[in-house]
């Protein structure tokens, strides 16, 4: 004898029902819509076909949206330093030139690495940041740390014997933005763990470095001269080189706030003015 199961017809509408078996299949939006869009879909005319395809559309417009408020908190990127806040006049006519066709992020899709050089206060940071945000939009995990920072981060993991796992952790971005390079000066410990993350993502995943060091006094970086060529040669084998230049965005500023406060002129007391201020005052 065979037995057969039935699934019973449910008390609720059809909609509602719906909606039920979209929160348990982990549609939540499919959910939240089904009732307002079968309307729309009765007084239009739709087939069930184009139904679906709506709160489809709905659905993964809703998860990108998340996807990406997910990224932005977990990426640690500066919030103040986006595209829309970047002077691009600034900018060189080569790295103005380049600016869209990084953001697009082809770069971080091959593993390519990019690297921004340049004197302090050229805007290295704010260029690499506003690369960063860009590359969220477009579905990549990015991640911003000072090189410092990262240092120790690995150096701990490493002394409780969890450093692989902690590289498995930044593994998981596409990209991994290291800023200031050049102020740091290791212990050999330290440039140990540092050369491993790199050596890590060499031709793999994408890392983004800002340095007002140039290549040929890395040496006091990574100490040891073989550990800084074998460094260099796997930044630079699959890369894009940003050289900024021009004046520092810092020293203008501060420079522009002098002269504003050179011109706030106070103007002198008369004798008429000094007149006016004691009646006011009640003396006579």
């Excluded at 029902?17 to 009765?42: C, D, H, N, W």
């Excluded at 986006?82 to 002077?87: F, Q, R, W």
């Excluded at 990019?114 to 990015?142: N, S």
Aim: hydrophobic share 40%; glycine share 4%; with cysteine.
């Amino acid at each position: 004898m065979t037995t057969t199961t039935s699934i019973e017809a449910p008390s609720t509408s059809p909609v509602a029902s719906l909606a039920i078996m979209m929160r348990a299949l982990k549609l939540p939006t499919f959910a939240r819509y089904a009732g307002e869009v079968a309307q729309k879909a009765e007084r239009e005319g739709w087939t069930f076909g184009q139904y679906l395809h709506h709160l489809a559309e709905l659905e993964i417009h809703e998860r990108r949206r998340r996807r990406i408020e997910r990224y932005l908190k977990d990426s640690d990127l500066l919030p103040e330093k986006t595209l829309a806040t970047l002077t691009r006049s600034r900018l060189t006519p080569k790295v103005a030139k380049m600016l869209p066709t990084l953001c697009e992020g082809s770069f971080v899709e091959r593993g390519d690495n990019l690297l921004a050089f340049g004197l302090p206060g050229r805007g290295k940071t704010h260029v690499v940041c506003a690369i960063g945000y860009e590359l969220i939009q477009r579905g990549y995990r990015v991640f911003f740390t000072a090189t410092f920072a990262l240092v120790q981060r690995l150096l701990a993991a490493k002394r409780d014997l969890r450093l692989e796992k902690e590289l498995a952790v930044l593994d998981t971005y596409d990209a991994v933005i290291l800023d200031d390079i050049g102020y740091v000066q290791q212990s050999r410990d330290e440039m140990e763990v540092l050369f491993t993350f790199l050596a890590e993502r060499y031709e793999r995943k994408t890392v983004i470095i800002t340095s007002n060091v140039v290549f040929s006094e890395w040496d006091r970086i990574f100490k040891d001269p073989m550990t800084t060529a074998a460094a260099i040669d796997r930044l630079v084998h699959h890369s894009v080189i940003l050289e900024m230049t021009g004046t520092s965005v810092r020293a203008e500023a501060a420079e522009q706030a002098k002269k504003e406060a050179a011109t706030t002129v106070t103007k002198p007391t008369t004798v008429k003015d000094k007149q006016a201020t004691n009646e006011v005052d009640g003396e006579v």
